[in-house]
């Protein structure tokens, strides 16, 4: 049996293809809301670093009713490093809409995330976006994505329905040609062509717990979508862990999804997505079920960490300073905590008191998770980032993946000099859009750190890059490690413009006049191989003679900007990225200069 008043669906696209602003256009034209409830662009993206970069990191769940059919919406990550809140949220949903930009057509992520729908068995929908764009070119688009639906394997892709809209202007259309109208059609789309979620309602209770919320009032709520039987506020249920142990609990309270939040039902049935109150030890992939059931669902599988970094306390004479959380009794909970929602981290001791490591899908996906920390109150260090290799038939095997770049152009010879250097090889190059080229490299991971900066400069900015994973293959040879050395601060003190001014003769700083150092803090980049250890605290000595001429005019450079990736991408193996509040510092992790010597001869 198929329930025919609920369509689940998830959202699912490449990272800017307009999957949050389509939801708006929808939440606007559902008639259930009121002007004021609806302020502002991008409505879902309520985190504050979702606002600030301008990217969707965790998937969330909405409804609106159409027609007297309840839709719940998932709006999911565009982001490859996010991978891990796609795969575990598609468990709910029955359908999805595939968004494609109509200008860029189906893109790296677009692929990884059509495997991950078709492989859980969804019914897609292709909705081709922002064709108001002057550039667009939506038909081409649509064959486009047909073709990788037939190259996955989707069933009848040719037959597979599609509509084509504009998020931001808030229209669909089955005609190309379309410029106006109202989001309607893509709506009876959605009623029409998803099917229904099946729905034993007479079985047993099972529901797979596939996202927690966090709540002050009453705790960790558990929500997923019922797979057979219904539940009601006071009935004794199981939960089942990944060891197969069964505890019982008594659900406390049922919610439902309506409209941008929850609100308590007195019954949730097969087929609706549902938040359970009560189960504090409830984690995800767990079964929530009857008692006397004890049968568990197959647990989520989500694909494995690529990327890796330690993580350990801020041990440097600065600490304490603006944060609040300092020790690795603080660190270890907030990663524990970490661990019950985030699906793809891994968290394990490192070999060094106080510290961990750290595992996940890539560089933004850990430095999202370190940016919230730092928010949160917490100091901590961190390390230069590994990929994660695995022992393969007596051979280190390393992760690869899937390069694309579009760039001018004129500046094809200094990205492939730039990739090829590190170890990347050309698999396909044609001419993109306009003055543009598009370039696709198979790439060791490790070599990709670092070098979206150094390709942003190459291109002036112009470069549009994103990769995937693609597979582990034989591990190569090594790559080149930074051109330059560092600027090593000798002395603590605060930075005077005087000491600034001869350093940047030799040097980049990263540093201002004014700012707190500490011995063994990096200080700037050295125009040379080698780290210089330099006294950044100097201050021009007064005598009483006075001099014949003018003093010199102190001129300073901007220092540079150290953002929290770049700094991660910046760092050697002997270095750490301090992380507090108020400040994000490049150290050594050897302050004095007595110590990094003993420590070279011991390591040789």
Not at 25 to 34: D, E, I
Not at 209 to 227: D, H, Q
Not at 346 to 363: M, P, Q, T, Y
Request: include cysteine.
């Amino acid at each position: 049996m198929r329930r025919d008043d609920i369509r689940n669906i998830a959202i699912i696209a490449h990272v800017d293809h307009g999957k949050t602003t389509l939801v708006d256009a929808l939440l606007r034209q559902s008639g259930q809301f009121r002007e004021s409830q609806l302020v502002g662009d991008c409505i879902l993206d309520s985190n504050d670093l979702e606002r600030e970069r301008g990217i969707t990191i965790l998937a969330k769940n909405i409804s609106v009713t159409y027609q007297g059919v309840k839709i719940n919406i998932i709006d999911t990550p565009g982001h490859a490093d996010f991978g891990g809140e796609v795969e575990r949220v598609l468990r709910m949903a029955d359908g999805a809409l595939i968004l494609v930009d109509a200008f860029e057509g189906p893109r790296p992520q677009t692929r990884f995330v059509l495997t991950k729908a078709l492989e859980v068995g969804l019914k897609p929908v292709v909705v081709v976006n922002k064709v108001d764009r002057p550039d667009c070119r939506p038909e081409d688009v649509l064959i486009e994505t047909l073709h990788l639906m037939d190259e996955l394997g989707a069933d009848n892709a040719l037959d597979i329905p599609y509509i084509f809209a504009s998020g931001r202007s808030g229209f669909a259309s089955h005609d190309p040609e379309e410029r106006g109208g109202t989001i309607q059609p893509l709506l009876d789309m959605v009623v029409k062509e998803i099917p229904g979620p099946e729905a034993d309602r007479e079985g047993p209770f099972q529901v797979m717990v596939t996202t927690l919320v966090w709540s002050e009032y009453v705790g960790r709520i558990a929500v997923g979508r019922i797979m057979s039987g219904s539940v009601s506020p006071g009935q004794k249920v199981g939960v089942i862990d990944r060891d197969g142990q069964q505890t019982n609990g008594v659900v406390e309270a049922v919610e439902l999804f309506d409209k941008l939040g929850r609100v308590k039902a007195d019954k949730a049935e097969a087929g609706d997505i549902v938040a359970l109150v009560g189960l504090p030890g409830a984690e995800i992939g767990d079964t929530v079920c009857d008692p006397a059931m004890g049968e568990a669902l197959p647990r989520i599988e989500v694909d494995e960490p690529t990327l890796s970094m330690v993580f350990t306390i801020n041990s440097s004479p600065l600490s304490g300073k603006s944060g609040k959380f300092l020790t690795s009794r603080h660190l270890r909970d907030r990663l524990q905590r970490e661990l019950e929602s985030n699906v793809a981290l891994r968290v394990s001791e490192a070999d060094h008191r106080d510290s961990f490591k750290v595992s996940g899908r890539g560089l933004l996906h850990l430095s999202i998770l370190i940016e919230t920390m730092r928010r949160e109150g917490y100091e901590l260090s961190v390390g230069k980032p590994e990929v994660i290799r695995k022992q393969v038939d007596g051979r280190w095997h390393e992760p690869f993946e899937l390069l694309d770049i579009d760039v001018p152009s004129g500046d094809v010879g200094s990205v492939m000099e730039l990739v090829t250097s590190r170890r990347g090889q050309l698999n396909e190059m044609h001419a993109g859009a306009g003055t543009h080229t598009h370039l696709e490299f198979s790439i060791p991971a490790r070599g990709l750190i670092g070098l979206r900066t150094r390709l942003l400069n190459a291109t002036r900015g112009e470069a549009v890059i994103h990769h995937r994973f693609d597979t582990y293959k034989i591990m190569e040879g090594d790559l080149p490690r930074r051109k330059n050395g560092v600027l090593v601060s000798q002395v603590p003190g605060k930075t005077t413009g005087y000491a600034l001014w001869k350093l940047q003769e030799r040097a980049e700083l990263f540093v201002g006049p004014g700012a707190d150092v500490y011995e063994g803090m990096i200080v700037g980049e050295n125009s040379r191989e080698n780290d210089l250890v330099v006294n950044p605290v100097r201050e021009k000595k007064l005598t009483n003679v006075r001099a014949s001429g003018a003093d010199d005019n102190i001129m300073l450079e901007p220092p540079r900007e150290m953002t929290l990736e770049r700094a991660l991408e910046y760092i050697e193996a002997d270095e750490y990225v301090e992380v507090t509040p108020t400040a994000i510092r490049l150290r050594k992790i050897w302050l004095t200069e007595n110590e990094r010597k003993r420590n070279i001869r011991k390591t040789g």
